[in-house]
């Protein structure tokens, strides 16, 4: 991808650009009353200290964050302690409020280390009989620091608003002591629940910190900002004279350049913490007057958009939690770098200039990331749960801005791999979403999960994102509802080969019946022949929907269909068939050790131990049908299970975790309800579920299914409001029931007093009900020769394909490109013409001499024909005798 920054040249431009920056102070703050009111308060402990007194505080050492309580198991991660200026020499726990060090735990026992400028330094510990050590003083220090750094661009700030020397001497102070200190800082090694130490030469690890606990935070950005907001006060002169020393000089060689220094020890690197760097070079380039420390940061922020974002916008860990960490990260980097106007005459080696820059402005990909923040959101507000996310039901402890969703509509994430269908207004939105993404980074074993949001409540969980000791738990397939093979893991990284899931097809055209389907065989290489899931959306009336869930798999000895219930709140288990106890969890007579902290995966002698999180397990043999209901206290879901063939059967309960917001000590309490359908043999499984959310009385009376050749199934679910047939086959052969013909992929018909009144047909030639018939156009196939994108110069973006037929009206088509080592890339047309697909947005890649490659994440070159198919359909409303007809593409209702 290339990304153009708009350069204004023009001489006059430029020199009053150059004259600006040179301005102190670069960034000017402008305070409310109210804010400067909030400062003076926020700064009033620190000015109630003697300048001796504060200086003492600062820290002349390296800390460390992660350092735990020993006296109790709440929390997690070890984040208990807590640091307080009013007792700065010790540590508080949080939950059961000891103080460290104290008698009963004295770090008494020392660790001396030689700094980088030969000073002797000595660590006070206390360790436990297993030999791990806990640092309380070095936790002080580590907050110490924190809270100095964040005082000195306050009194930096309120020196701006007020012009009150008082605060520009202190932060003076601070920022010179730190400037004496910083060279003697050690590379700390900082993890949560590993022992803490030090590394003394490169190359420093990850989580090795000189200023912070790992390499992305190792510039102290609101110090050089506190360093411009005071720059022209005096102070920094009347201290060199008092002391002897360049101050000026001390500060920004030995401390700010020296924190360039450092991270260069890293080298450039593009994770979701790296804008903290990037918008460190941008501040101290700018403050410091050297241009190309700017435009190293306009560098990397470039490569940042260019290579870790999916051309829809989405972040490559394909987490909405890490989404929003990476684009507030780069936020305040655009911040940093707007207006910015390099000297008059002054080019980068690069051969680039800038003049009134503006990031935000000229990368296009970034409103698409920011727009998904706004899209990617439950009704209630809070943002889907998937991968790494936090899914707190209060999502204002996130956002407080965020309000519940207007209306719900159907989307399709197609770079990451995630597509819900949506309908309705208000609380009577429902949401049901499969996720089909790859795993980089921040990745749970979750492809074709399905999660459902019905009745103003999430009920089929992703439990999310935890820090705490049951983190297997909540990254494993079995908290996922989707399918384990064999009881193995699904794959969570590509050593294996590719593992992103396929989108198959993506049809919301018609909001009453829409429906979604997708393939993940790569997440268990050499084992699923077969592993794709389909899900449909169908309205019944008013705000009762209920949704179709098909999972087909082939391959391995075991497989087992898991779904689970709310993580938000208490539900009880209501079942239609006779169950018998089968033990504490689904590992009879297997020992267990659970997880003793986050990074701990536990052990179960050999077993998958997440199948000991099922817990409280009752069971059933050789179940045909069955249906389970999961009540809440004013909602219910109730699942439908059919055609199971003799499958095994149980249900249980499984630590929610959620609702023990991060304290280990209550993670055993809340619980969620399970059910999980076991078929065994290597015949092919196909399980057939349809989930009804309900209020107060439940609206399906029956669901029967019967097989339709080796993979296909024929549904009839009836219902209050009539009956609804649906075939759903991955071919397009002739089925023919009853009144029912059928010639296609998916084909509905919604029967009433005898007569259908709904008619739909997808990717097919006919569904006829009785002398009722609605006709289609089949399925387009074609070869991509060219691409189009007008990031390229093009006036639109297209995909040039061979023979490309007149197909009517395609608005609202969603045509899958498939690559020639099977990945897909669904993409939503406008129009067909001339030989062009045009498209509703960026295709993200190119055609190449061997085959494609990708102009976004993952960047791949892929070779083989990028092969293209558009599904058309058509559907048919009947009511009191008028026909309200739509097609995607041909389509035409008759009756005989």
């Known amino acids: 991808m290339s990304i153009r920054i708009l350069l204004i040249t023009i001489q006059i431009l430029i020199g009053v650009s150059a004259m600006q920056a040179t301005e102190r102070p670069v960034y000017q703050v402008s305070l409310t009353e109210k804010e ?46 807590r640091w307080s200026i009013r007792d700065p020499h010790r540590v508080q726990c949080r939950y059961c409020e000891m103080v460290f060090p104290n008698e009963a735990y004295p770090d008494d026992e020392m660790l001396t280390v030689v700094n980088p400028t030969g000073e ?263 943002w889907i749960p998937m991968h790494d996310a936090w899914a707190y039901r209060d999502s204002r402890r996130v956002d407080p801005n965020v309000k ?73 397939t079995l908290c996922h509802n989707t399918v384990l093979i064999d009881e193995e893991e699904q794959e969570r990284s590509n050593r294996k080969g590719i593992i992103d899931g396929s989108l198959l097809a993506f049809e919301a055209a018609y909001d009453p019946v829409q429906w979604v389907e997708a393939s993940g065989e790569g997440v268990y290489p050499g084992l699923a022949e077969e592993y794709r899931r389909l899900v449909m959306l169908v309205n019944v009336g008013g705000e009762d929907h209920y949704v179709v869930d098909l999972f087909r798999v082939r391959g391995g000895d075991q497989r087992d269909w898991v779904m689970h219930g709310s993580a938000d709140g208490d539900m009880r288990t209501e079942v239609n068939v006779p169950l018998q106890n089968y033990g504490e969890n689904l590992l009879p007579g297997v020992k267990v050790r659970f997880p003793e902290h986050e990074r701990d995966r536990g052990d179960a002698e050999g077993r998958n131990v997440a199948l000991a999180f099922f817990q409280n397990v009752l069971h059933s043999d050789y179940v045909q049908d069955a249906r389970v209901t999961f009540h809440g206290d004013d909602v219910a879901v109730r699942i439908h299970l059919v055609g199971l063939k003799d499958s095994k059967f149980f249900v249980g309960d499984a630590p929610s975790v959620r609702r023990a917001d991060e304290d280990e000590t209550l993670i055993d309490r809340f619980r969620m309800p399970m059910l999980m359908v076991q078929q065994k043999g290597r015949s092919p499984s196909r399980f057939m579920a349809v989930h009804e959310p309900f209020r107060d009385k439940a609206f399906i009376d029956s669901v029967e299914a019967e097989d339709v050749g080796e993979r296909g199934v024929y549904l009839k679910v009836r219902h209050r409001d009539g009956t609804d047939h649906i075939v759903l086959q991955p071919g397009i052969d002739v089925f023919h029931r009853g009144d029912l013909i059928f010639q296609g992929e998916v084909g509905f018909v919604r029967e009433q007093d005898v007569g259908a009144r709904v008619m739909g047909l997808w990717g097919g030639e006919k569904v006829q009900w009785q002398t009722t018939r609605l006709t289609g156009g089949g399925i387009y196939t074609g070869q991509v020769t060219d691409v189009l994108r007008i990031e390229d110069g093009a006036p639109y973006h297209a995909l040039v394909v061979n023979g490309t037929p007149e197909m009517g009206d395609i608005d609202g088509a969603v045509a899958v490109v498939t690559f020639g080592d099977g990945t897909t890339r669904g993409l939503r047309v406008q129009r067909v013409a001339g030989g062009q697909v045009i498209l509703e947005d960026d295709p993200g890649f190119r055609i190449t001499n061997t085959g494609m490659a990708h102009c976004f994440f993952p960047l791949r070159e892929i ?34």
């Not at 601070?174 to 949560?192: K, Q």
């Open 36 to 81: 400067v009111v909030r400062l003076k308060r926020r700064v009033r402990a620190v000015m109630g200290l003697s300048e001796a007194e504060m200086v003492a505080l600062i820290p002349d050492k390296t800390g460390f964050r992660f350092v735990g309580c020993p006296d109790c198991d709440a929390g997690a991660q070890e984040g208990q302690l």
């Open 120 to 382: 002797r330094m000595t660590y006070p510990f206390w360790e436990d009989e297993t030999g791990f050590r806990y640092y309380f003083r070095a936790k002080a220090w580590r907050e110490a620091r924190v809270y100095f750094a964040a005082i000195a661009e306050d009194l930096g700030e309120l020196y701006q608003a007020t012009g009150d020397a008082t605060y520009a001497r202190r932060a003076t102070l601070i920022l010179d002591a730190f400037a004496r200190y910083y060279p003697g800082f050690l590379v700390s090694y900082d993890r949560p629940h590993e022992q803490k130490g030090f590394v003394f030469e490169p190359p420093y690890p990850n989580n090795g910190g000189k200023w912070g606990r790992w390499r992305h935070d190792e510039m102290p950005t609101n110090l050089v900002r506190a360093y411009d907001a005071i720059y022209t006060s005096g102070e920094l002169e009347r201290l060199s004279d008092a002391v002897g020393i360049d101050v000026k000089k001390r500060i920004e060689d030995d401390f700010f350049r020296g924190a360039i220094r450092q991270d260069r020890y890293h080298g450039i690197v593009y994770t979701n913490a790296s804008p903290h760097i990037y918008r460190g070079y941008a501040v101290i380039g700018r403050v410091l007057g050297d241009p190309e420390l700017v435009h190293e940061a306009v560098r990397r922020s470039i490569g940042l958009f260019e290579s870790q974002f999916y051309a829809d916008g989405f972040w490559h860990e394909g987490s909405l939690g890490y989404q929003r960490m990476t684009m507030a990260g780069m936020q305040v980097v655009f911040d940093a770098l707007k207006g910015y106007s390099d000297p008059l005459g002054y080019v980068s080696d690069d051969g680039v200039r800038y003049d009134n820059l503006d990031l935000e402005r000229d990368i296009a990909i970034v409103r698409k990331a920011n727009h998904l923040l706004d899209i990617c959101r439950y009704p209630d507000g809070r």
């Open 404 to 476: 519940p969703l207007e209306q719900s509509h159907s989307t399709l994430l197609p770079g990451v791999g995630h597509a819900w269908l949506g309908r309705g207004n208000g609380e009577h939105q429902v949401q049901v979403h499969l996720h089909f993404s790859g795993a980089y980074g921040h990745a749970h074993a979750d492809n074709l999960n399905l999660m459902l949001f019905a009745r103003g409540q999430e009920l089929l969980s992703d439990v999310g994102y935890t820090h705490t000791q049951y983190r297997s738990w909540t990254v494993s």
């Open 863 to 896: 070779e083989g024909t990028v092969q293209l198919q558009i599904r058309t359909s058509a559907f048919v409303t009947i009511r009191d005798g008028d026909v309200e007809q739509r097609s995607v593409g041909s389509g035409n209702f008759e009756v005989k």
